[in-house]
């Protein structure tokens, strides 16, 4: 749909947004000029600390989608939002009378930005490009906790880069959705992927060591195949007895909005 026909989006409190944008397909030069009046100061000169132009694009786009999806939800400017970071680099949005309790999440990587909102719960998304260079098993051992490291190597080779990345975004999510980035030690929690569990096709399930003081229970996550090349995993901190609902939307901003549909890997 062309923006100049969007109407104001409600976000229910069992609803979870999910918006994509895809900053290769962004080269418009007067709607990234658009982009750029978007940005405060601060934003701005962020930007252009960037070196590589690509890199400025990527961000030019994320703050792009960020503001234009906020103000998709209330009558504030995209301009207009004012954000804060909490002490690990969270950034939130800077409430003020008659808001509606928005929180958002970002994640950006070769060729897709997502922004996952929601009312009120922690929520953290992350987004990887599995075709990225590099030989990303062999830091399993350093990422992963024990139980991870013994189930990725019982996965046949080929199925390996893949289940890798399973673990990757669903575990850079969960931190995301814990607000405190690498600050939590990763070792402590564990995704429950071994061979048999995924193929009894059984929900998605988490462990955490003690010292994490966290319930599994209070937890939803996602993992979607979003493109050939993206993985992406969403986790939400969970309201009891609410069955949530997970919508996708393929975005330009300021210019088109698309519903978007792709696989579900794995849910619980
Ligand atoms: C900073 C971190 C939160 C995410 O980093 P990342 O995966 O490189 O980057 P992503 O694109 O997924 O996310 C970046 C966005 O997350 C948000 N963010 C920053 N700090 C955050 C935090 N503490 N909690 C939640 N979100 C955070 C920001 O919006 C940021 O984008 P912006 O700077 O454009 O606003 C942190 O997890 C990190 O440093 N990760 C490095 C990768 C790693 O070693 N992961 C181990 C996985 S097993």
């Not at 462990?207 to 209070?218: G, I, K």
């Amino acid at each position: 749909m062309q923006s100049n026909q969007l109407h104001t989006l409600k976000l229910n409190p069992n609803e979870i947004h999910l918006w994509l944008a895809f900053p290769d397909e962004i080269q418009d030069i007067a709607l990234l000029s658009a982009y750029d009046k978007l940005m405060s100061e601060e934003e701005r000169t962020h930007q252009q600390r960037f070196h590589f132009a690509k890199h400025q694009h990527q961000y030019l786009i994320t703050r792009a989608l960020v503001r234009t999806t906020l103000s998709r939800y209330t009558d504030v400017d995209p301009s207009h939002w004012q954000f804060y970071k909490n002490q690990y680099g969270r950034p939130e949005i800077h409430h003020s009378d008659g808001l509606p309790p928005l929180r958002f999440n970002l994640s950006h990587t070769d060729g897709l930005i997502i922004c996952g909102v929601v009312l009120k719960q922690d929520i953290g998304v992350d987004v990887e490009d599995t075709e990225r260079k590099g030989a990303p098993l062999e830091i399993a051992d350093r990422f992963f906790s024990a139980q991870e490291v013994h189930d990725l190597n019982q996965v046949p080779d080929s199925e390996k880069r893949e289940r890798f990345f399973n673990y990757w975004t669903l575990k850079e999510s969960y931190i995301k959705a814990r607000g405190m980035g690498l600050s939590l030690p990763l070792e402590q929690f564990t995704f429950l992927m071994s061979r048999t569990e995924i193929q009894s096709h059984q929900p998605l399930r988490i462990s955490f060591a003690p010292q994490l003081h966290d319930d599994p229970n209070q937890w939803r996550f996602w993992l979607l195949q979003a493109t050939q090349r993206h993985q992406v995993a969403i986790s939400l901190r969970r309201d009891e007895g609410v069955a949530y609902q997970l919508s996708l939307k393929k975005v330009v901003p300021l210019r088109e909005e698309h519903s978007f549909s792709c696989s579900v890997l794995h849910a619980n």
